[in-house]
C-alpha cells in the first residue's frame, strides 16, 4: 500500500540506511527526509537517494515548529520516524545544551505535528545507553524493555527523556506512538568520531589509536541495515504505546575491535594509544532482545565477522575514502582537539 513517511535525521548515518531501505524494499512508499545537516552529515552522503522521484529532501531543522508545520501540511505523512538528534556522547558532556533543545524539544515539535496531521504512527529512534551500564563481572546481566531509565550522560538522559515524552503523548494524547532502543550500531556511512570509523581512519593514515582507559569497556554490537530492518518490523508489527529492544548479542571489548580493525587492515598493535577515560564512561551494555524475537520475528542477518569486513572495505572503497576524507575536513578542529595529543 502507498505510504508517505517522514524520516527525520536521514543524512546522517542509520536515518541515511532506513531511508536506502525504504526505497529498496517499499518501492510504492514516498520518503521523505527533514535534516538540518550538522556536523555529522555529510550532505553527499544522500546523493544516490536525490536521484530517486519517490524521495524529498528538505534542509530543515526540527526545532523549527513552524517550517515542520509547513511539512506536515504539505506532505500530509502517514508515518514519522524520528532520527534527528545529536548523538555523540563526548560532545555532550562538553556541550549540553544542544542535546536538549534537538533531541528533547525537537521530538516535542514532531510529535505536535504528529497529532495536529493524524498520523498513523510516530516512531521514536532510542537507545539502550537510557538503562545505563552493567558491570563488566555480571555476563548474566541484559537490558530488557523493564530495566530502569538510570543514565549517565547528558545524551542518554537526552534520549532517555525524549522515550519519556513519546511514551507520555500516547497516554496522554493517544499518539499512536512506538519506541526502539538499539544498542551500538556500525556500518558505511558513520561520522568518524565514533570508534569504528575513527579508528580505521586512523590506522589508515599510520596515526595513533586513542583507546579511552585500558579499552575494556564492552558494547553490544548490530550492523546498521539489521537495526533499520528492526525498525520497519515495528512500524509494521509493532504494538503501539510499547517499547522494544533491538540488539544482537555480539558484544565486544572496544579493545578487540580495535585489534579486529588492525588485523583487518595489515597494521600493527604498536598504533594503539591508551588515553585518559571518558568521565562516567558506561562499563558495558547488552542487550535482551527477546520481545522484538518474538513478537516482530525480527533477527539480525549480518554475522559480526562479516559485517566489520564489509564496513572495512567500504572505507577503504574510492568513495568511503572521499566521504571519510570529506567528515575529516569539516571537523578538523574537533577531531584534532578531541582525539590528537590526549593523555
Ligand atoms: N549510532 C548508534 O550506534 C545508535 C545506537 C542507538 C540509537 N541511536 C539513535 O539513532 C539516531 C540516529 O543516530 P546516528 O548514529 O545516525 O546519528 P548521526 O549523528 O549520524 O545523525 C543524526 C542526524 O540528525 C541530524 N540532526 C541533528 N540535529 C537536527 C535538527 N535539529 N534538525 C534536523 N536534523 C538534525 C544530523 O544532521 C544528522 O544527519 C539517534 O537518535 C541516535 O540517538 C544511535
Known amino acids: 500500500m502507498k505510504k508517505t513517511i517522514l524520516v527525520t ?44 522521484p519517490n524521495y524529498v529532501f528538505y534542509k530543515e531543522d526540527i526545532r523549527d515548529r513552524k517550517k515542520m508545520d509547513e511539512i506536515f501540511a504539505k506532505e500530509r505523512p502517514n508515518i514519522v520516524v524520528n532520527f534527528a538528534a545529536e548523538s555523540h556522547v563526548d560532545r555532550s558532556i562538553k556541550n549540553p545544551t544542544i542535546f536538549l533543545e534537538t533531541n528533547i524539544l525537537g521530538t516535542a515539535v514532531l510529535m505536535d505535528c504528529s497529532r495536529k496531521y493524524g498520523v498513523e504512527r510516530y516512531h521514536q529512534v532510542g537507545t539502550d545507553e537510557v538503562y545505563g551500564d552493567l558491570p563488566l563481572d555480571r555476563k548474566d546481566l541484559f537490558f530488557t524493555e523493564s530495566t530502569p531509565i538510570h543514565t549517565s550522560s547528558p545524551y542518554s538522559t537526552s534520549k532517555a527523556s525524549a522515550d519519556l515524552l513519546a511514551l507520555a503523548y500516547h497516554r496522554t494524547y493517544g499518539l499512536p506512538v512506538t519506541v526502539s532502543r538499539c544498542s551500538n550500531n556500525y556500518g558505511p556511512y558513520q561520522f568518524p568520531e565514533k570508534l569504528i570509523p575513527l579508528m580505521i581512519a586512523k590506522a589508515t593514515n599510520n596515526e595513533k589509536l586513542p583507546v579511552y582507559g585500558q579499552g575494556l569497556n564492552v558494547r553490544d554490537w548490530l550492523y546498521v541495515e539489521d537495526h533499520c530492518r528492526g525498525i520497519l518490523a515495528v512500524l509494521e508489527k509493532g504494538k503501539v504505546g510499547e517499547v522494544y529492544n533491538l540488539g544482537g548479542h555480539n558484544e565486544k571489548a572496544n579493545i578487540d575491535i580495535v585489534k579486529i580493525i588492525l588485523k583487518e587492515l595489515g597494521k600493527g ?40 569486513k564489509k564496513t572495512i572495505a567500504w572505507y577503504q572503497s574510492d568513495l568511503g575514502k572521499k566521504w571519510l576524507a570529506e567528515c575529516i575536513e569539516s571537523e578538523q578542529e574537533w577531531l584534532k582537539a578531541n582525539y590528537e595529543n590526549r593523555d
Not at 271 to 298: F, T
Open 269 to 308: 598493535e604498536e598504533l594503539i594509544s591508551y588515553v585518559a577515560d571518558r568521565h562516567g564512561h558506561d562499563q558495558r551494555y547488552a542487550i535482551d532482545p527477546h520481545k522484538a524475537n518474538v513478537e516482530l520475528d525480527w533477527d539480525p542477518i549480518t554475522r559480526f565477522e562479516v559485517g566489520i
Open 9 to 52: 535525521g536521514g543524512t546522517g548515518f542509520i536515518g541515511n540506511c532506513f531511508c536506502k531501505l525504504l526505497l529498496q524494499e517499499r518501492p510504492e512508499w514516498k520518503v521523505i527526509n527533514i535534516d538540518v545537516c550538522t556536523y555529522a552529515a555529510n550532505p553527499h552522503t544522500i546523493d544516490e537517494e536525490l536521484k530517486n
